[in-house]
């Protein structure tokens, strides 16, 4: 008999629980909608899959961004604010201006980027970094 789906399933079995153990995505309706940029009627699968590509374009996690419940410490309180989402979102203003002011690209932040529309957006500049690369590039010397 082959058992290799059977091992494959194991470990898939594995990898998913994992990544539901790390980052853990909040019921629907559970969040408390203290959305202050993203529009407040944004469906979960959007929302979740906003905050996923920041994870990817960041290389951040859900807890580097969000604090736990000053209440309940088992609970992660996604609202709450922290100095890591108020950068967040002056990151996703800058993004929607500078598409708007140098690429044209017009209207909505959640839908030009869940849609890859924007020009320049967080991955240009973190490139899966927390901190982007600031160093100014030194031309090679000539050869005599
Ligand atoms: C790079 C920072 C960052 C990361 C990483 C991040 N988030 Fe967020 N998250 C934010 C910001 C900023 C907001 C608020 C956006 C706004 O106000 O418009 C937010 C809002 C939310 C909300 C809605 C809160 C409310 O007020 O209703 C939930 C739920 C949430 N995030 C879950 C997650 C989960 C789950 C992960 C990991 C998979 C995650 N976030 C990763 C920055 C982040
Ligand atoms: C034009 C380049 C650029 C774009 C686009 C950009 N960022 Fe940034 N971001 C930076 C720079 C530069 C810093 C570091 C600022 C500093 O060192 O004080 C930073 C800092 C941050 C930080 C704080 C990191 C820390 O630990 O201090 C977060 C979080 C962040 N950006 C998220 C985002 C997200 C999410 C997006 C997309 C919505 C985005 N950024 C788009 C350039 C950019």
């Known amino acids: 008999m082959n058992k290799k789906p059977i091992v494959m399933a194991a470990i898939g079995g594995v990898l998913l629980f994992g990544t539901y153990a ?3 995505a909040p019921p629907q309706g559970e969040h408390e909608n203290n959305l202050k940029f993203l529009p407040k009627d944004i469906s979960h699968d959007d929302l979740m899959a ?3 590509s920041f994870e990817a374009a960041t ?3 859900c807890g580097d961004c ?4 000053a209440t309940d410490p088992n609970k992660m309180d996604w609202g709450a ?3 890591h989402k108020e950068t967040t979102i002056a990151m996703m203003k800058m993004v929607q201006e500078l598409n708007k002011q140098y690429f044209a690209v017009e ?3 959640k839908d030009n980027y869940l849609q890859s529309q924007y020009k320049v957006s967080c991955n240009s500049c973190h490139n899966g970094h ?8 030194i031309p090679i010397p000539e050869k005599r």
């Open 50 to 52: 906003v905050m996923h």
């Open 22 to 24: 790390f980052s853990p």
């Open 81 to 83: 604010d922290t100095k």
């Open 59 to 61: 290389g951040m996690n």
């Open 107 to 109: 209207g909505d932040f």
């Open 130 to 137: 927390e901190e982007p690369n600031n160093m100014v590039t």
């Open 66 to 69: 969000h604090t736990h419940s």
